[in-house]
């Protein structure tokens, strides 16, 4: 493994930023872009941040992530909107979606917004941050290109479709879900290919649907939903209120941005805005949700070592640190961003 480097959080947003512009994305976009990926990195979701530049550059070389795209946001209704993203970077469509469902819903309470023609939006948590430190719940989620075979069938028609949930808290940390429907993410698959190393028994099945701790014969094949038939579930319910309602592409008419470089994903992406404060006066709510997440966290530990966390706490500790001390990079990943924010080819 590389060695360790430490950056910035400004440095690197500009950096990433720099590197999306030079293969030739709009700088808002690139900018909105660049603040998602820093904030997945910012939270220890390694997998989802800078390590996704390479890619994203290449796909914007190649055509499968439009340059020039152009964002429109079509008002339906008071609480209702969709946006097109015209096959831009997902973050920026993302963005774009949440900014209008932050600003609806604080006109009439709650707002739901989906996205249609966008790409990877990356992980669903620095959106469900964002929405806390506004005030307001969100549910959100996004389909993804088929990895999974729906529960008892034996090819792929799913998305690991991912799902968020976060409610604030009077200060953090925030609750903040953000989950995949699989066992374990497509990305950690990827990683310990990467590195040579096997992956646990149950992450996923080969082509011919046999358990398998080889990394590449799981990409080859199929990751295994978590729950069995309730995950299978799940993802077919995120990609009803993703890609159904708003118009976009679903189950196997997803396009991978992996394997298919200059071609859109076509992926759709939702968040529903909540403001708990319209529903019970912003001291009720902030009495409930401070209880709710005391009686969670002072729950008896099995282990005394290791109290009981509600979801996103490590993660948020982990961003309160690395926003004081910098953000650790492997020292070839920040060599790879330089070269490429300098123009160098992917």
Known sequence: ???????????????????????????????????????????????????????????????????????????????????????????????????????????????YVGCRNSNHLGALAPYGLKACEKGFLL?????????????????????????????????????????????AARGKVRRAER????????????AEGRPTTDPAAALAGFLLPFGGHKGSGLSQAVDLLAGVVTGARFLT??????????RPSGSGHFFLLIDPKRLLGAGAYAAAVSRFRALVQETPPADPAAPVRIPGQRQQAQRAKALRDGIELPQDLLARLEALAAGAPD
């Open 139 to 183: 549910v959100g989620g996004s389909n993804a290109a088929s990895t999974m075979a729906p529960w008892g069938g034996r090819e792929a028609r799913l998305g690991n479709n991912p799902l968020a949930v976060a409610a604030p808290c009077p200060e953090a940390p925030h609750f903040l879900l953000d989950m995949a429907m699989s066992v």
């Open 253 to 262: 008419d997803l396009s991978s941005g992996i394997g298919h470089l200059d």
């Open 1 to 111: 493994m590389s060695d360790q480097v430490t950056i910035a959080t400004g440095d690197l947003r500009r950096l990433a930023a720099a590197a999306l512009t030079a293969a030739g994305a709009q700088a808002a976009q690139a900018a909105a872009t660049a603040e998602v990926l820093v904030e997945s990195d910012l939270l220890g979701i390694t997998t989802h941040g800078v390590q996704r530049l390479a890619t994203y550059c290449q796909r914007l070389r190649q055509g499968g992530i439009k340059a020039a795209a152009q964002i429109t946001v079509e008002r339906k209704a008071p609480s209702l909107a969709l946006v097109d993203g015209d096959s831009a970077l997902g973050q920026a469509v993302a963005l774009t979606a949440l900014e209008s469902g932050l600003e609806m819903a604080a006109e009439t309470g709650i707002a």
């Open 195 to 206: 590195e040579g190393r096997p992956i646990p028994e149950g992450w996923a099945l080969d």
